[in-house]
């Protein structure tokens, strides 16, 4: 089994400035039997129970996480 991985991004987006904007920010879920994605802002995350990775959506950037 591989040790869990750490990436740091090194990207430019957006920053949120105060936790007021933040509480702004609705989070939604789109749920099936297998998938996930969540979207909060202009962050996107998709998971699937059959992959060992997430991908992470900045903008217009994609990120691989996990193994």
Do not use: A, C
């Not at 969540?38 to 691989?64: A, C, V």
């Amino acid at each position: 089994m591989k040790p869990s991985l750490t990436y740091h991004l090194k990207t430019r987006f957006k920053t949120v400035k105060s936790q007021e904007e933040l509480r702004t920010l609705p989070t939604y879920y789109f749920k099936n039997d297998t998938e996930t994605i969540e979207t909060f802002g202009w962050i996107s995350l998709y998971s699937h129970k059959h992959l060992q990775y997430q991908l992470l959506r900045i903008g217009n950037q994609t990120y691989r996480i996990g193994n």
